[in-house]
């Protein structure tokens, strides 16, 4: 069993320069692309929903699920409306230069620059992988924090790893 010194000192792992920098300093105000096979406004409800092979990018970022909720104020900013929120459902993959995360569900809060994913959460860089519930990844800091299980263990939602953080971090080998 692990003390708390052990299980902090793996989140710094997880969370250091070395393990979670990708996303930092993210443009959040790059234009947000998309393309899906289907997409329903509901204009009066400020929100489009996109459908099947949903792909989105937004700088060096690229989220691909098969259903998102985009919410949006009605408020026009340069013609547009201005989106607040992202949410993408069924096997939600977000990706940069190096490093791809996996889960069950992604909401991206643009006002908050936080991505969070749920569910069976997987992250990846280069050979080093974090299993847990729930990710949460700030786009200022960079900083990235895994949990063992999701947010109040919400129904239908698997934490896949038995409610505790797994992973593994290779090791350079050394003479």
Request: no cysteine.
């Amino acid at each position: 069993m692990m003390d708390k010194r052990t299980l902090l000192a793996l989140g710094l792992v997880v969370a250091s320069p070395a393990g979670a920098q990708a996303l930092k300093n993210h443009n959040t105000n790059a234009p947000v692309d998309f393309s899906a096979d289907r997409i329903e406004v509901q204009d009066k409800a400020n929100r489009a929903v996109l459908a099947g092979n949903v792909h989105v990018t937004q700088g060096d970022v690229i989220l691909d699920a098969a259903r998102m909720t985009v919410a949006y104020t009605g408020k026009m900013q340069g013609g547009s409306p201005s989106v607040q929120r992202l949410d993408a459902s069924g096997g939600v993959t977000v990706r940069s230069t190096d490093q791809t995360a996996r889960g069950n569900f992604a909401i991206y809060d643009l006002n908050r620059k936080l991505i969070t994913m749920l569910g069976a959460v997987t992250l990846i860089q280069g050979t080093n992988t974090v299993r847990g519930g729930r990710l949460v990844i700030d786009l200022v800091s960079g900083r990235s924090v895994v949990d063992g299980s999701a947010v109040g263990n919400a129904p239908g939602v698997s934490t896949g790893t038995g409610g505790r953080v797994t992973g593994r971090f290779t090791v350079p080998q050394r003479n």
